[in-house]
């Protein structure tokens, strides 16, 4: 199986996206050794040509953290003077339950429970994200949904329990 690079970019806040294609190579060749990361990417190299009769988009993979958020560190003086004040809402969320491998309440551990209870000037909790960093979020699933599902017809529309292993 030989793997082609389809597309790749970075989002605008920052975070490198991208999926590949599989498709049967009549020759198997060896695993090459990792290539050194180049220190300046050549943005004007051509696009891979990718012949999609014979390709088939298998896997789809996204690493990204998160937006925008407050700071997590105990060095008050860093933001002296600033008010924490851009958090809460930006936007109205999809009701969700967040449960364990068990089914059960998902439980919060000791060191979040510390830092969400730790509340910076202007009422925003340590680490908590932002309105900026929560419509990051939202961009983000807006911009794979319309990769994923709208333009390669990847994942259904809607989703059916059970549908997707």
Same mark, same amino acid.
């Not at 605008?12 to 198997?28: E, I, L, Q, S, W």
């Given at each position: 199986?030989?793997?082609?690079?389809?597309?790749?970019?970075?989002?605008?806040?920052?975070?490198?996206?991208?999926?590949?294609?599989?498709?049967?190579?009549?020759?198997?060749?060896?695993?090459? =050794?990792?290539?050194?990361?180049?220190?300046?990417?050549?943005?004007?190299?051509?696009?891979?040509?990718?012949?999609?009769?014979?390709? &088939?988009?298998?896997?789809?993979?996204?690493?990204?953290?998160?937006?925008?958020?407050?700071?997590?560190?105990?060095?008050?003086?860093?933001?002296?003077?600033?008010?924490?004040?851009?958090?809460?809402?930006?936007?109205? =969320?999809?009701?969700?339950?967040?449960?364990?491998?068990?089914?059960?309440?998902? @439980? @919060?551990? =000791?060191?979040?429970?510390? &830092?969400?209870?730790?509340?910076?000037?202007?009422?925003?909790?340590?680490?908590?994200?932002?309105?900026?960093?929560?419509?990051?979020?939202?961009?983000?699933?807006?911009?794979?949904?319309?990769?994923?599902?709208?333009?390669?017809?990847?994942?259904? =529309?809607?989703?059916?329990?059970?549908?997707?292993?």
């Amino acid at each position: 199986m030989q793997r082609r690079l389809i597309w790749c970019g970075m989002a605008a806040f920052g975070g490198a996206v991208g999926h590949t294609a599989a498709a049967d190579a009549k020759t198997t060749t060896a695993a090459a =050794a990792p290539a050194a990361i180049p220190a300046k990417p050549n943005l004007a190299a051509a696009p891979i040509k990718l012949d999609r009769r014979n390709a &088939q988009l298998r896997l789809v993979q996204v690493v990204f953290r998160h937006g925008a958020r407050t700071p997590l560190t105990d060095a008050s003086y860093l933001w002296e003077g600033h008010e924490w004040n851009v958090c809460g809402c930006a936007y109205k =969320a999809v009701p969700l339950q967040l449960l364990d491998i068990h089914g059960g309440p998902a @439980t @919060t551990n =000791a060191h979040d429970q510390k &830092q969400m209870s730790t509340v910076l000037p202007g009422g925003c909790s340590k680490g908590q994200l932002t309105q900026v960093g929560q419509l990051q979020a939202l961009e983000l699933g807006y911009w794979l949904r319309q990769q994923y599902i709208d333009t390669h017809s990847f994942l259904p =529309a809607s989703y059916t329990p059970g549908e997707l292993a």
